[in-house]
């Protein structure tokens, strides 16, 4: 039970820092890691006893959770309670890495329209930022490619 315990904190400590890393509270993390090693839907409560952290940050680390689409409410029979369950992390990434991609790319080509309009004078600064987003473009691309690899 010590080795299970010992894993615990480190994937604890895994989402957490990858939380921070991403320029979220790493209190997301600590919430994305518990439900990803729970065998069952919890509770906010569930969460504030594993984490002993407030109640405000558990609800404030699952609506970001939801919103970005890690986590998900449960509906449990007979229960009043709001449940959370985390999603599966590689379709997640997924689908956070497509919505940069198409941001990216929405970008690119709304620049590229705007290339064709301004004067020689405002050519210049408009290609040298085409060519900044057209590089984040085609490693938006690759990552989508790798991601789409290892899926398959």
Known sequence: MIIMEEAKKLIIELFSELAKIHGLNK??????????????????????????????????????????????????????????????GFSSIKDIAKRKHDLIAKTYEDLKKLEEK???????????????????????????EALNDLDN
């Open 27 to 88: 209190s997301v993390g600590a919430v994305y890691a518990i439900l990803y090693l729970s065998d069952k839907p919890l509770t906010i409560s569930d969460i504030m006893e594993e984490l002993k952290i407030s109640k405000g940050n558990v609800s404030m680390s699952l609506k970001k959770l939801e919103e970005l689409g890690f986590v998900r409410k449960v509906w449990i029979k007979g229960e009043r309670k709001n449940y959370y369950e985390a999603v599966d």
């Open 118 to 144: 301004c004067n020689e004078e405002e050519k210049e600064f408009i290609k040298q930022k085409i060519k900044g987003i057209e590089r984040m473009k085609k490693i938006s691309e690759k990552i989508l």
